[in-house]
Nanobody, 123 residues
Framework: QVQLVESGGGLVQAGGSLRLSCAAS????????MGWFRQAPGKEREFVAA????????YYADSVKGRSTISRDNAKNTVSLQMNSLLPEDTAVYYC????????????????WGQGTQVTVSS
């Protein structure tokens, strides 16, 4: 099983950009589909983006489509989320997650989660 550690969160003005990174431990990283989720204050956690084991397939929530790019480097055991044109409604704790089932955007299919990184977008 992998362990996940996110980084790259912070405070940014609306219209700005952030790049979130997630470092995974273990030698089986490439066997996991990876995803990003977020949870805003007082709201349920929601899906943001997913990427397949080899990185050939990606999927985005409508709320971030066109503004975000998910990528992975299996040689470095990392997955990243580049977010551009940030909006105040993007403010949330962002979680990296791994799914042994592969490419999926269903939260229940993810079995390993990071501790989260805070993203705050000021207006």
């Amino acid at each position: 099983q992998v362990q996940l550690v996110e980084s790259g969160g912070g405070l940014v003005q609306a219209g700005g950009s952030l790049r979130l990174s997630c470092a995974a431990s273990g030698r089986t990283f490439s066997s996991y589909g990876m995803g990003w989720f977020r949870q805003a204050p007082g709201k349920e956690r929601e899906f943001v983006a997913a990427i397949s084991r080899a990185g050939g397939s990606v999927y985005y929530a409508d709320s971030v489509k066109g503004r975000s790019t998910i990528s992975r480097d299996n040689a470095k055991n990392t997955v990243s989320l580049q977010m551009n044109s940030l909006l105040p409604e993007d403010t949330a704790v962002y979680y990296c997650a791994a799914s042994s089932l592969g490419f999926t955007w269903a939260e229940g299919h993810y079995d390993t989660w990071g501790q989260g990184t805070q993203v705050t977008v000021s207006s």
